[in-house]
Each structure stands twice: as C-alpha cells, then as structure tokens.
C-alpha cells in the first residue's frame, strides 16, 4: 500500500504494509502515490472472485436464530444467579479433520472438556453457551471473576443499569466508585483462521482460576472478565476465514445477519464492556490500534483515544518485552497504526468489533494482529514444526497483550468506568462532542486537523408510520425491531403529531437522539459522509445508510421537544401485516419478505400470478395460506381491483455463482437455489434442473472448457441471465445476450449513491438510493436494451469514499447520468450491489424481479388471463 497526505506527518516515520520474509504483513516505509489498493483489515480478505457455495442449511440455521436470547435479561446478565455458574458441557466428537490440529492448538472438539476441567479448579470460572454458529456449533462465553452471590449479582446489575439509564447519577455514585466491577471483554478467533487468540484466552483462564497474587485477587475483586473462546467455530475447524454461511463476521454489525454477530452483539449490550480486544492476525509486527484516520464521527473519540492508546503503549511494551527479534525469531517490533501511519488502517465504520462495541460504552477497544502467518498458503506450505514454531510465538504475543490489558484495568478502573459514564451522560443529555486536540486528549502525540471528526446530531428520528397498504410498512418494522435489538431506544406516537413543522401519523415511530447510545442510533440511520477527499484510501465500506437503504424512511429532525407528543417506549415494533377479508389478494413485491412470502406459497402450490405492474396475485381460495404468510412475513396482501392481464407464476430456480452475502439474500428471499462456478460446470451440470442463472463471481467463460461453454450457451439461448458487475456482465456480453459495455469504475469506490428508476418491472417501486462497491455502469447500449435505472447526475455519492482513478476516470462525475441497471429479452444486468453482505434490504425486490421476469419470460406460463 502507498499513501498520500495533506496535511504533516506524524511525529514518527509514515509507513506502509508490506509483506516480510516470514509472510506477515509488516509497516514499511512507503513512497507517495496516487489512489493505492486498499489495505484489507487481517490479511487478503474473502475473494469476491469466488463462487459462494455455503450449505442451505447453514443459511436457514442463521435465518431461524432469534435476533435476541430466549432467556431473560437477568438470567444473561448474571443477575438471577451469583457467580460462579457452572455447568457440565457434553464434549463433541471428536474431529480429526479439525485445522487446528496442526498448529498444536486446541481443536474444537477439546474446548467443551477443557471448560469442564477449568471449571472445576475453583470458584472463579463460569462458563455459558451463548448460542450456535450458522454451522451449529456451541459458542462459549467463559466469566473470571470473584465469587459473587445472587444478591451482589443483582446489585451488579442495578449498577450497570445506572450507568447506562441515569448516567448523571452514576457519576455522583460512591456504591459504583467503590464496588462496581469493571467489565472487560476478549473476543477471539472472530476469523476462523486466525487461531491462536482461543489458545492465548484459554491459558489465561487457567491461571487466573488458581492465581493466588495480590495484584491477580485484586483484579478479579474489581472485574468481571469475559472471553468469548471461539466467536468463530465454523472457521476453527474448517481453517477458513469465514463463518459456514460464507461471511466474514468481522464486517457484519451494521446487518448482524448471522447468529455469531448477533452473540457478540448481545454479549456487548448485556455485560457493557469498559475495555475490550479483539485478538487477530497476522500483522508482523503485532499491530495494536488505536487506527488512522478517518475516525467515526459518532463515537466520543476523545474519551476513546485517550484510554485505546494507553493501553496500546502498555501492550506494545509487553508484546516487545517478550524477547522475540527479526533475526531469531523473524518477529518485527509492535506498532500503534495512530501513530505509526498516515492512513490505510481506520476506523470509520461500525462493522469492525471494537467499532461497534465503542457504541455500547467501551471506551477503549482494540483490534490485535498478532505477527506470524499460519493460514492460508503458509497453512499448505510450511512444514508442521514451523507452523507449530509460528502458533507458540503467537499464542505468546496473543497473551502478552491479554495480561498488559488487565494490567491496565487494574490501575485504570476508576476513571475507566468514568469515561463510560460519561459517554452516555453525553447522549443522554444531546451534549456536544469534544473535538480531539493536544488539549483535550493530553499524552497522546501528533494529533492534528486530520484526526477531528464530529457530527451534529439530530434532535430526533421519526419513521413515519406506514399502513400495511403501504410501501415501506414492512421495512419500517424491521428497521425499528433492529434500531431495538442494537439496544437503541425508540417510541411509538400514539396519537399525529406535529415536529419540525411537518405533521405525522398516529403510530409513527421516534427515535429520540437523547439517548445512551445516540452515537449508535445515528450511524444506523444517517445518510452518512463523503469522505472521499479525506484520505486515498479506505478498509472497507465508507457509507451503509439503513435509512436510505433499508426501504423504510427515517426523517431527521434538527429542531423541537417531544414533550407532549404522545410518545411511549416500545419493545418491538407493532406487526403490520395484514389480509383483505374478500375476493383476491394483491401482494407488491416490494420487500425483501413479500418475496419469501410469495416464494413460500408458490412452493406450497398456491396458483399466484403476475401481473403488468410487477404485483402478483393470490386468488380468494388461498386466503388462508395468505393469512399464514402475513403472519410468518409481516407483509400485506391487499383487495384487487383490476390488474390487467397476468402470467402464471411458478418457483424460481436459480444456478448462482455468486459471493457468500448474496447467496444468503436469495435464501432469504426463499429461492431454491443451487450454487454453481466454473468448476461445478466443467465438471458437468445439469441445466434442467434450473431456471436462471445468476452471475457475480466464479464463473468466467474464458475458465470453461468446450462442452461446458456450449451446455451454458445452450442454456441462456433458451433462459435468462441476470448478472451483476463485471463479471456477471461478461457472461451476458460473452454469450451475446445484450449489446452493452460494461465500465469499471475505481474498484476501491463504495457507497450509498442516487439513482433514478425508470419504472419497469425490475426496479418498480425501488427505493432511490442504492450501493455500490466497484461500481459499474453500462454504455453502448445497442438496440433492445431497456435502461431500469441510471446513476443519479452530476455527483451520485451520498456517503462512502469514491475517487477517480490516477487518468481521470472511474469516478462519480464519470457514473453520473449514466444506467446502472439495464435490461434486454434474455439478460438483466446490475452495477450497482443490490445484495451486498445481505445488507441493503431496500434493493434485493430488484434482484427478485429480475430472476422472475427472466424465468417468466422463458419459461410455459400458460394463458393470459385478466383479473378484478
């Protein structure tokens, strides 16, 4: 990676990663230059060239899993029980294809009994199953502390609860100054192959359960530490960086898509960690954050900076102290990215777990790489007694910075835990941020202009209320049911109400930015930031805006009160689903679940068609089935008037080489669906068991021998394609199917962006906003190609980093104007990401009616009928 700047360097050498001898990633010095490759956090990243091809069961395990834990608040937080709580774990089988084996670490099969036997040592440890992976494996939250009973439990708990609800009081309160214990989290192996954190946590538990030191007496009289063993077990064993589902867990708290996230998520809002890490690799040497700019605008960064990079000082000198060198053990020197880099390691968004957790009162979070590669080719190629070598020194590095961690709990709880309060006295009361300078931040050097990033929050968010005859209805519920299960508050009008001089509707629901946890409420639903003449260079996403993305509408309010209005807390919000007592039933494919509804009852052999205006239509004698729908979907299927003609409908089935997210929308979405790549062709598939293909990733026709080329040439001749990027353009182009040219654009851009829907069946009633990461757009459009969306002119970025490329072009002044979703009789084609991550719900209606109007449009649908 190279770097630019504007603005002075820091008070130490700018640098740069690079790969070193031993196959880490290392900070080097760099030379200037123009828009560099994006630095990927943690190594090379999942391959979005990839075909996805996650088992089914996986995906349906994930979308099962409940958003929250079926126990009660006081039973997750420890407060209807004292501590310790111990349970006797059955041991799962053993696995000798676990990859762990070969490092010498600790497989997962070994956990469950070494958590049995830790247990029994004292009175010190408790261990919980917090869950299960999307490959059904237990996740383990292990407590250390001192034993507590019930009653101090709960005392615990009324403590914690005071922080967050009346932070004013808990800042005056002498019972939290001399007896709440400081929490603190450690969360390992979030990437399934970056082991050795789960060992590092294990060998610390073990002896603080027996420690019999002052300083370790102390420390757990005064804490409560909690380690998460394995946030990742899928990955553990199968040695991959992703869950089973295929996703990087590591970039999904913004969705929370899968049950681990969402483990880690709850973990967060029911224990409120003061101090937390989150143990990775491979970095050489150990990179420890704070990170570069740009820094989220939401966070209370000054009272983050502060504590992260103190302790990042306490973890550089106990990793460094270890002994290890470059020349015997081929172990760089520790390094703080704040400080030892101009940009490429930042902590914009909250998708990152220490990100996120800064939102639920952590006021110091880390990510830890720990130095010497073990995955990936060094996994297949080093012999076993190097890679073992590597793992030890690891595991070493991994629990150097676990013990300099509690070190700095130790000496720092009290004014740790008055940071905490005060990062939520600031959201309570609609305080203003302190902007960081040497000033406000003292001990922290080379802080400059670069570093500052606030935002004005404000007053409120109203989601106006939506009928169940009415877009957006269901995206409203799933907005306000996630805004809760990210712990932040929202009300309910029970009556319209007038508020920065617009008039809403009873049952609008406000989100009222006087709150704990209003640095959470806002990154959800702001549009969000162009940051793109900020740095050169980004992670990761720039821009992921739920109020823009999410199909639902979230107003920000800048001025008023909301007393009086009428407002009352709600807990979930209020079903919208509904059915029309008589004659048939008319459901708007609008949301991502109508689409599973209407899938569900075509697989059910509900007789649905389709009508001109991308609706379907359920006859009168499936009321029933319907009645089932709206209930499982919280969709609406409303009276029909008259449609004009429509086309039978049947089940989808879609051939997909697609990445992991967008596999998982589609399953979602309830399409029965068959992952395919080039490989899977080559070997020999058969195409009569599909309807569409669908193209993203994997499958390049160049990497097809013959008879698979001519199967697939065979197949859309007859079928349809819908393709998105480059790739899934190159199929359509390849085979002829569309006259276009596909355009690149900067392949490091991302972003919420503008666009503007023609109204054609593909983005009919589409939101008019979309994503897009590498974006594309398409120009040449010969005859027959229908433009369904184009970017919106001049500049299209609403939030996110794009710049033109080093020539001039790839930018958003060269997207603008230009189409963004186009069609043809046998291809639809996207540049923009309606899937991405399983993320921006608000768009995956396009992809749906893209696959149906593409199978609809080759396939026996029998007569045309008029209806109403």
Known sequence: MRTTSTYPARPVLITALALTATGSLLLTPHSAGADPKPVTREGSGLDRTAAAAAPKSAALRALAAPDTPAASAAERTGAALGYPRRQVLVPDPENPADKSLKLGLTPYHAIAPKLNALQALGDRVSVEVTGRSAGGHRLYLVTVTAPETARQARAQERMRELIENAPGTAARSPEIKAGYKTPVFFNNNIHGNEWEGTD???????????????RTKDLLAHSRLYFNV??????????TRANADGFDLNRDFVTASQPETRVMRQIEIDKQPAVMLDLHGYVNGTLIEPTTPPHGE?????????????????????????????????????QIPFRDQAEGWDDWPPIFTPQYAAFHGTVAAHTVEIPLTVNNAAYDSLPVTELRRRSAVNVDVAGAALRATLDFVRTRRT??????????????????????SAQTVPGVPGIGPEDVYTTTFPRAYVLPAKTGTTAGATATARLVDHLLANDVRVTRAARAFRLGGRTYPKGSYVVDMHQPKRGLANVLLADGRDI??????????????????????AVPVTGGGLSGLGLRPVTAATPVGTVAPRGDLRLRLDDPNAVAALNSLLKQGVSVRRAADASVVVPASARRRALAAARSYDVSFTAVTSTGPTTALHSVRVAAAVTAGELFALREMGFEVTPVSAAVLNAGFDWSSVDVLFVSAGLDRAALGASART??????????????????????????????????????????????????????????????????????????????????ARNPLVSGHWRPLADGSGGPAAAAGQASVVSGPHAVLFGTEPLFRDHPKGEFPQVAQALITMAQAHASSGPVEESG
């Open 200 to 214: 590092a946590s294990l060998a610390l538990v073990e002896r603080l359960a027996t420690a019999d030191d002052a």
């Open 532 to 553: 793109s003449d900020k740095v050169s260079v980004m992670y990761d996403i720039s821009g992921w805006s739920l109020g823009r993305l999410w199909g639902a509408q």
């Open 415 to 436: 004014s740790l835990i008055a940071d905490q309060i005060e990062v939520f006295r600031r959201g309570a009361a609609g305080a203003a941020q302190v902007p960081v």
């Open 298 to 334: 939401n966070y209370e960064y000054d009272l983050f900076l502060k504590n992260a990079y103190a302790n990042a000082l306490g973890m550089e000198s106990a990793v460094n102290g270890l002994g290890y060198t470059p020349d015997k053990d081929g172990v760089q020197p520790a």
């Open 711 to 792: 199967a697939l040439d065979a197949f859309l001749a007859g079928h349809g394609l819908v393709g998105r990027g480059v790739g899934g353009a190159a199929v359509g182009t390849g085979a002829g199917l569309l006259d276009v040219t596909a355009v690149a654009g900067n392949g490091d851009a991302n972003g919420v962006v503008r666009v503007v829907n023609s109204g054609g069946r593909v983005t009919a009633g589409a939101p008019d906003h979309s994503f897009v990461y590498a974006p594309v757009w398409f120009t040449g459009l010969g005859p027959g190609v229908r433009v369904e969306q184009s970017y919106a």
């Open 230 to 239: 394995t946030a990742n077990p899928d990955g553990r064993i199968a040695g």
